[in-house]
């Protein structure tokens, strides 16, 4: 069993749909949880950041992590096309190297 | 622009030549990350620095790569004797602990092609 787990998807939603994004993960000790964006062959981008358990929002994004089910989600309200790419969650363990590990990353399509 | 930079974006190499790339890290961040990331997963860790000390590598790590940051500024990772399962995008982040953040922020990569 892998650290974490993402289904990889494809995703195809029409624009203005609400997506919903998730990952498992079997690691306790995780502390720090993330969400990055990346377009085909350019590197990742962070777009939320999660200490925790809880909830955080920014603009159309929400993130969510359930650490008693050792469960995360990301929330993207009123998709737009640009939101077109694959999101990978990533997370660490408090300490140490703080290395993050990423799940598969999920391919969203959001069509005009 | 103050983000981290790689380069070269890309490099195609023959089998069992030597190939180095480089990573500059987002100024003043004390943590310098590589990763790997092959098609359709997502990045690997591969080692870490704080300031010039390499202070974690992955069993992903061969012999045949090696990794330096002198000064605590810039990085290089070098992989001897290239082989085709070596080809990927190889991606640097870099992050400032002790703010308490602890974001990692990732450059462009490089993707290297072995034939």
């Known amino acids: 069993q892998k650290e974490v787990e993402q289904d990889p998807g494809p995703l195809s939603v029409p624009e203005g749909a609400i997506v919903s994004l998730n990952c498992t993960y079997s690691n306790s000790a995780f502390q720090y949880f993330m969400w990055y964006r990346q377009y085909s062959r350019k590197g990742p981008e962070l777009l939320m950041y999660?200490?925790?358990?809880g909830n955080k929002e920014d603009g159309r994004f929400t993130a969510q992590v359930d650490k008693s089910s050792k469960y995360i989600s990301l929330f993207i309200r009123d998709s737009q096309p640009s939101d077109s790419a694959t999101y990978l969650c990533?997370?660490?363990?408090?300490?140490?190297?703080?290395?993050?590990?990423f799940g598969k990353g999920m391919k969203l399509t959001v069509n005009p | 622009d103050t983000g981290v930079s790689q380069d070269p974006r890309h490099k195609i190499t023959k089998r069992g030549q030597n190939v180095t790339f480089r990573c500059d890290p987002i100024s003043e961040h004390n943590r310098l990350y590589w990763y790997r990331q092959t098609l359709g997963q997502g990045p690997e860790f591969l080692t870490y620095?704080?300031?010039?000390?390499?202070?974690?590598k992955s069993r992903l790590l061969s012999d045949r790569f090696s990794a330096e940051r002198p000064k605590g500024s810039f990085s290089t990772l070098e992989i001897q004797r290239t082989e085709q399962g070596d080809s990927a995008m190889y991606l640097c982040?870099?992050?400032?602990?002790?703010?308490?953040?602890?974001?990692?922020?990732f450059g462009p990569g490089t993707r290297l092609t072995v034939l």
């Open positions: 982040a870099s992050s400032r602990i002790g703010a308490g953040r602890v974001e990692q922020f």
């Open positions: 999660t200490y925790s358990s």
């Open positions: 990533a997370m660490s363990a408090q300490g140490g190297s703080e290395k993050l590990v």
């Open positions: 620095f704080q300031n010039e000390a390499q202070l974690e």
